[in-house]
């Protein structure tokens, strides 16, 4: 078995030991006789999965206790269309456009009320976070919505919008519990797990209570309501089981790990990596400003598409996977998240440094 560094955005790299773990309990998960794939989802035995994931994830992140955690399905994207027929009650919001993600969910948003673009960063291709300390948000918003880390372009929210009092809707799919946060700043936060936590099928939603409510918009699925499946505990159908059962084994790892600031320290340390060498390399340059520069996507180019077609082949070949940029940008992006070891990123900058010193 040979197992290459993945710098894929998504599904991407998941905890070796984590794997491991679930081989090892895939026939027989505790002396149940069974996978946790053929359990009952209203068994003992995922009740306690299911417990201590939210248990867990709770503790991880500080989430206090006005805060629904909800465990559904459907993708990110289908809380493009969630979030407004919950939360749009006057039928207005506003919404901050900084790439593919907050745009499609800015234009879903425009089939059920006035969606307003209050700051975009589409005039520089996306490559930076537009300054959101005093934005014209409206007095009738229900919601300010970002996309807290723009997976495509790269880019990071270092510092949350001034919402004027309106609640914080936040995508935080591509940087899920790879640093610190204070969840009382937002009134929902949302992601597809695919990249920082397990396996795609299932999203989490956490969410302030006082939001959760009976009012959603006139046709609005009973499966598409969080009051639904917050009212049943992420029970009302049949769950993502499995997928929920490695969310929460990786927040075990997390944990063993020393939680989230430990986190946000080891990703500091892969990023800075990857960029003091893109700052100073004469063929591969970042394509982000500095101060908005993402911890768990770094795009870069060379300058030259069939140079770039020719560093992705050849990393390819050397044990590094999928390093090609999004089909919608082109050039290289190296997704360094959590699962991804250090070693990972020190081989990928070796192996650019000798790119470089061949091709230049
Ligand atoms: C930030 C962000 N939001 C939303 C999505 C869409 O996720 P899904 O494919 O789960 O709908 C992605 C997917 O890559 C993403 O990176």
Not at 36 to 60: C, N, Q, T, W, Y
Not at 125 to 144: E, H, K, W
Not at 229 to 253: E, M, Q, R
Not at 254 to 263: D, E, F, P, Y
């Amino acid at each position: 078995m040979s197992r290459v560094y993945n710098f894929s955005a998504g599904p991407a790299v998941l905890p070796e030991e984590v794997l491991r773990e679930a081989a090892d309990e895939m026939l027989d998960y505790r002396g149940t006789g069974m996978s946790v794939m053929e359990m009952s989802h209203r068994s003992k035995a995922f009740a306690g999965i299911i417990g201590e994931a939210e248990a867990d994830i709770r503790e991880l992140m500080g989430i206090p206790d006005n805060y629904k955690v909800l465990f559904l399905q459907g993708g990110a994207s289908q809380q493009f269309a969630m979030i407004p027929m919950n939360l749009m009650k006057n039928r207005v919001a506003d919404y901050i456009v900084t790439g593919q993600w907050a745009k499609k969910a800015y234009q879903e948003a425009q089939k059920y009320g006035k969606a307003n673009k209050i700051a975009s960063s589409e005039d520089r291709t996306f490559s930076y976070i537009p300054d959101c300390s005093d934005l014209p948000v409206s007095p009738d918003a229900d919601y300010v919505y970002i996309c807290e880390n723009n997976t495509i372009y790269g880019t990071k929210f270092r510092t949350l919008p001034d919402t004027k009092g309106k609640p914080l809707v936040a995508d935080v799919s591509s940087c899920f519990l790879s640093e610190p946060v204070d969840v009382t700043k937002y009134g929902l936060i949302y992601g597809g797990v695919q990249k920082n936590i397990g396996p795609a099928g299932v999203v989490i939603v956490i969410i302030r209570e006082d939001l959760i409510t009976d009012d959603v918009l006139p046709g609005t699925p009973t499966m598409l309501q969080y009051k639904t499946h917050a009212d049943a505990g992420s029970l009302y159908n049949t769950p993502p089981a499995y997928g929920i059962y490695i969310c929460g084994k990786v927040f075990k790892w997390l944990k063993a790990q020393g939680g989230l600031q430990a986190m946000k320290e080891k990703n500091e340390k892969k990023a800075a990596i990857l960029y003091s060498y893109l700052d100073q390399s004469r063929l591969f340059k970042g394509t982000v400003r500095p101060e908005d520069r993402s911890l768990m996507n770094v795009p870069f180019v060379t300058g030259d598409k069939d140079l770039d077609a020719k560093f992705v082949e050849e990393a390819k070949k050397a044990g590094l996977e999928n390093l090609k940029g999004h089909r919608t940008v082109g050039g290289m992006r190296a997704s360094i998240y959590n699962a991804m070891p250090c070693e990972g990123v020190q081989a990928l900058v070796e192996f650019m440094a000798e790119f470089e010193k061949e091709n230049l």
